[in-house]
C-alpha cells in the first residue's frame, strides 16, 4: 500500500491550501484516513483523521479552520486548510489504517510528508 500526497506549499498567512493523499495498492478496506504534522524540534501531532462511516475528528488548534474530507470511491483524504498561521508550518504526513485483505488485520500506513510553510 502507497500514500502519494500533494499539495503543500508556501503561502501566506491568512491564506489557504489543500492537500490530497491518495492511497493505492492491495486495499481490501481503509478504516481511518488523516494527516499528522511535524514542526522542527517538535513530535508529530495529529491534524485531522476521519474514520469511514464516522465523524471528523480535530486537533483544537485547527478547528474552525481546517475540514478533513474523503473520497472512498478514490481511496483519496483531502485536507483544507484556511485561514493559515505561522505556528501551522510543518511537514504534514497522510495516514491510513488499512485492511489488506478480508478478514486480516489492520496495518497503518504513511505518507511521504509535504511541506506546509506560512509566512507572516
Known amino acids: 500500500v502507497q500514500l502519494q500526497a500533494s499539495g503543500g506549499g508556501l503561502v501566506q498567512a491568512g491564506g489557504s491550501l489543500r492537500l490530497s493523499c491518495a492511497a493505492s495498492g492491495s486495499i481490501f478496506s481503509i478504516n481511518v484516513m488523516g494527516w499528522y504534522r511535524q514542526a522542527p524540534g517538535n513530535k508529530r501531532e495529529l491534524v485531522a483523521s476521519?474514520?469511514?462511516?464516522?465523524?471528523?475528528n480535530y486537533a483544537d488548534s485547527v478547528k474552525g479552520r481546517f475540514t478533513i474530507s474523503r473520497d472512498n470511491a478514490k481511496n483519496t483524504v483531502y485536507l483544507q486548510m484556511n485561514s493559515l498561521k505561522p505556528e501551522d508550518t510543518a511537514i504534514y504526513y497522510c495516514?491510513?489504517?488499512?485492511?489488506?485483505?478480508?478478514?486480516?488485520?489492520?496495518?497503518?500506513?504513511w505518507g511521504q510528508g509535504t511541506q506546509v510553510t506560512v509566512s507572516s
Open positions: 495516514h491510513a489504517v488499512v485492511r489488506v485483505v478480508a478478514g486480516g488485520g489492520l496495518y497503518v500506513y
Open positions: 476521519i474514520i469511514t462511516g464516522g465523524s471528523p
